[in-house]
């Protein structure tokens, strides 16, 4: 897989895929870096930036200029130690893909397969993406969740 760095190959039972980026209020994002924190999942791949981001500006510290880093996609994964005793069709373990920034429009396909060659590889059975949408509703209105399949 060219552009991937793959530092472990975890066994996971029947996986899904989440998979988020920073948008509208990094909401997508932060969701996922929670979900990352609170079930402790270790990252074992990563998407290499070089192919998919362009320097967009430059750092000065201290007087000295240098480029920034290039953003970065990385998976984690968890095991679900539950899995052990519940019913079999719910024994998923979990995948979550994070990238640092949204690539490049021109470069936005290329980075999706991406993602889902790593999906191929540990034949995860369902790929959720988290995202925000904006919405003219009163801030005393309730919000709410939508979800939409394909």
Do not use: C
């Not at 981001?53 to 984690?76: C, N, R």
């Not at 069709?89 to 060659?117: G, M, T, V, W």
């Amino acid at each position: 897989m060219e552009g991937d760095k793959i530092h472990k190959r975890p066994k996971l039972k029947n996986p899904y895929l989440i998979v988020a980026w920073p948008g509208m209020g990094e909401v997508a994002f932060k969701a996922a870096s929670y979900l990352v924190d609170k079930l402790k999942a270790e990252a074992f791949a990563e998407i290499l930036g070089q192919e998919f981001f362009y320097l967009t500006g430059s750092v000065i510290h201290q007087g000295i200029l240098s480029v920034p880093e290039l953003p970065q996609g990385k998976f984690y994964y968890w095991k679900n130690t539950a899995a052990k005793s519940a019913a079999k069709d719910a024994r998923h373990d979990l995948i979550i893909f994070i990238s640092s920034a949204q690539p490049d429009l021109s470069k936005a396909e290329a980075y999706s397969n991406k993602i889902l060659e790593v999906a191929r590889n540990f034949h995860v059975e369902a790929i959720v993406g988290f995202a925000s949408m904006p919405l003219p509703i009163d801030h005393a209105q309730v919000s709410g969740v939508w979800f939409s399949s394909t």
